[in-house]
């Protein structure tokens, strides 16, 4: 098991290992992500109070997740990159900047969306919207500082070292509707005598939640494959690659 860690680690062998996978969790996701559509949209009942509306959470709540799981994701490979000098784990974090950033933009798009009808407006200066947009500007930043020098090892440690000041966002976002007094609702109870809402609707949601976790891994991978091709392109394996293709 060490053995084939350690061979993780090797881009070469880490290409070709992403080019095997990622079909098949692309396609899984694809799968996961319909069925728990067909869930939401179809078998869980209108809620009591927002009638249908209440089905956009299908869509918001896995981004919004998502948008906190990627984040975390690159920061520790970020840390990684940074204690242990692991080129691949740099590499793993300027893949994930630009999925985490578009789970951030949508999950912001769909909340506003959402608000409306609730709240009255697309927007308000609320601790979990402010602290959501923060960490769509922490993801921007992190890809315009990786790219902002000649030199790629400067832009890894510059950037890796923004993600994990960025960390200090993550748990803000979480408990923000518990340290503060804000319009988004409070955290959800899922199971248990006091649970917020039923199975019926409950179960689809971790089934969306699952489909986008596959979706990231699938995309992830190939999005290494190419962040592995740009920064080996002078070594004798990509060449080799170019020559076969």
Avoid: C
């Avoid at 996961?32 to 869980?44: D, F, M, S």
């Avoid at 974090?93 to 933009?105: D, R």
């Avoid at 709240?119 to 500007?137: C, H, K, N, P, Q």
């Amino acid at each position: 098991m060490f053995i084939w860690f350690h061979k993780l680690a090797s881009p070469p062998y880490f290409y070709k290992f992403a080019g095997r996978l990622s079909p098949w969790l692309a396609w899984l996701s694809l799968l996961v992500i319909i069925a728990g559509l067909y869930g939401g949209l179809w078998l869980a009942p209108p809620d009591y109070q927002q009638g249908d509306g209440f089905r956009i959470m299908y869509v918001h709540v896995p981004n919004a997740w998502m948008s906190l799981l990627v984040y975390t994701v690159m920061a520790m490979a970020a840390a990684i990159g940074l204690i242990w000098r692991m080129k691949l784990a740099h590499a793993v974090s300027a893949a994930a900047a630009p999925l985490g950033a578009s789970f951030t933009f949508l999950a912001l798009v769909t909340g506003s969306l959402w608000g409306k009808p609730m709240w009255g407006t697309y927007w308000v200066w609320d601790a979990r919207l402010t602290s959501e947009l923060i960490l769509l500007f922490l993801y921007l930043g992190y890809m315009v500082l990786n790219r902002a020098f000649d030199d790629r090892r400067t832009g890894d440690r510059a950037s890796a070292i923004l993600a994990l000041v960025g960390m200090v966002n993550i748990p803000i976002i979480h408990y923000s509707v518990k340290w503060w007094n804000t319009l988004h609702q409070g955290p959800t109870v899922f199971f248990g005598p006091r649970a917020d809402i039923p199975p019926s609707m409950y179960i689809p949601l971790f089934i969306m939640v699952a489909g986008f976790m596959l979706y990231f891994a699938a995309f992830i991978l190939k999005r290494l494959q190419v962040e592995i091709l740009q920064r080996e392109r002078n070594t004798a394996w990509v060449r080799e690659l170019a020559e076969k293709s």
